[in-house]
């Protein structure tokens, strides 16, 4: 059964940094794209940063993608040993205040395509709240 279990929020001041955790189960996500998204109370689900995952194509290989507003901030990484997705938080704003989550593609594809759509992603966890304050 594919599981995914998102860890590693909290509660910071503006300027902090956290590293969230992904740990899947049920599967091995080396072999696919996978990403992080986040979903702020009366807000709709928006995608953070993905990840492709590791098949015949080196160049392609863990190539990524950041939505705009995280690029410079936040890295998105693998340790594929451990099945797990990792996502380094670094001058958190009040503005990232939101709970998040990791999916993996729905379409099982391994190279992700650049968007960040939550559509085209599944198996969500049940997330981690992160709360910036000023």
């Known amino acids: 059964q594919v599981q995914l279990a998102e860890s590693g929020g909290g509660s910071v001041q503006a300027g902090g940094s956290l590293r969230l955790s992904c740990l899947a189960s049920?599967?091995?996500?080396?072999?696919?794209?996978m990403a992080w998204f986040r979903q702020a109370p009366g807000k709709e689900r928006e995608g953070v940063a993905a990840?492709?995952?590791?098949?015949?194509?080196?160049?392609?290989?863990?190539?990524?993608t950041y939505a705009e507003a995280v690029k410079g901030r936040f890295t998105i990484s693998r340790d594929n040993a451990r099945n797990t997705l990792y996502l380094d938080l670094t001058n958190l704003q009040p503005d990232d205040t939101a709970m998040y989550y990791c999916?993996?593609?729905?379409?099982?594809?391994?190279?992700?395509?650049?968007?960040?759509?939550?559509?085209?992603?599944?198996?969500w966890g049940p997330g981690t709240q992160v709360t910036v304050s000023s």
């Open positions: 999916a993996h593609d729905n379409g099982g594809r391994t190279y992700c395509t650049g968007g960040l759509s939550p559509r085209d992603f599944g198996s």
């Open positions: 049920g599967f091995a996500s080396e072999n696919y794209c």
């Open positions: 990840m492709s995952g590791y098949g015949g194509f080196k160049t392609l290989n863990g190539k990524t």
